[in-house]
């Protein structure tokens, strides 16, 4: 019998990034319309779309082998599951998501302490109210079953909910009074996929790839060639992971110099390089990053 890992895809808006994520990693996912079934380019891998909101149960109860889901879930649900590596990404960034106390922007409410016995609307109930707790605030908490920026002043009087940059909740006149939770994505896995060593090992690999194909965002690669009498002078403007790759060339007053930076970083040092010394200078994208 093949072996297969049952492998969780989060449904909605961490869907897209996720399978871009997947496809710098190596593997192409095809999903068809109105499709829970997603195909993947790896015989030992059987995908299934679930809702992130629900994938940490999911892979808890075995049903699935591993998901991505983020932390903020796994909390909520208080799933016993094996968080094997944080993902730092989500639907349009690369910043870790938040759970943010926001009112509206002509509210009296200045603080948490001025929602004692007041009512708050989110769809993160239990954080909420452990959070609630941890200051000693006493506040009714409410689920809401989505369009939550639009519920206060309307229906209660705070609102807890996720967001990235805050423009949404700016674009609903909503100002942010304080972070109730911060979550990464996270690939998870069920303790008896975990258990299994050739599972185990297929999960470690897919970690590998994943976190890899992240790190590799917002890098290039750099490569030129140096007159070795410029190679101090070229050298010592770059930044790298490490130190910069040097290769000997056919003449030897020359050498191959190679470099990995931020992507921003490009822009300004190529003119210097050049200046420097620095000819033939080739950028290059990169799909994986693996320290």
Not at 82 to 107: F, M
Not at 161 to 182: N, Q, Y
Request: contains cysteine; hydrophobic residues 40%.
């Amino acid at each position: 019998m093949t072996n297969v890992l049952k492998l969780g895809l989060p449904k909605g808006s961490l869907q897209k990034s996720t399978i871009d994520l997947f496809e710098k990693a190596g593997y192409k996912i095809i999903l068809r319309e109105r499709s829970y079934v997603p195909v993947i380019d790896d015989p030992e891998i059987e995908c299934l779309l679930f809702r992130a909101q629900e994938m940490a149960r999911v892979v808890e109860r075995g049903v699935l082998d591993v998901g991505l889901t983020g932390k903020d879930w796994i909390l909520e649900n208080e799933a016993d599951v094996v968080e094997v590596e944080d993902l730092v990404y989500s639907k349009s960034t690369t910043q870790a998501y938040r759970w943010v106390l926001a009112v509206p922007e002509d509210s009296g409410i200045r603080s948490l302490a001025d929602l004692q016995g007041k009512r708050i609307a989110t769809e993160l109930i239990r954080a909420t109210q452990r959070y609630l707790k941890r200051h000693g605030v006493t506040a009714e908490v409410e689920y809401s079953w989505g369009a939550t920026e639009i519920k206060a002043p309307l229906l209660v009087d705070a609102i807890v909910e996720g967001t990235e940059t805050g423009a949404s909740l700016r674009a609903h006149r909503l100002r942010i009074i304080d972070t109730v939770a911060e979550s990464t994505t996270k690939l998870v896995a069920s303790h008896q996929a975990w258990a299994d060593s050739w599972k185990r090992e297929k999960i470690e690999v897919l970690a590998t790839l994943l976190k890899g194909a992240l790190e590799a965002e917002g890098k290039v690669g750099l490569k030129m060639n140096v007159p070795r009498a410029k190679l101090e002078q070229v050298s010592g403007q770059l930044p790298s992971l490490r130190t910069p790759t040097i290769s000997n060339q056919v003449d030897p007053e020359w050498v191959a110099l190679e470099v990995i930076l931020d992507k921003q970083v490009s822009r300004s040092l190529i003119p210097r390089l050049r200046k420097a010394g620095a000819e033939g200078i080739v950028e290059y994208p990169l799909n994986k990053v693996i320290y």
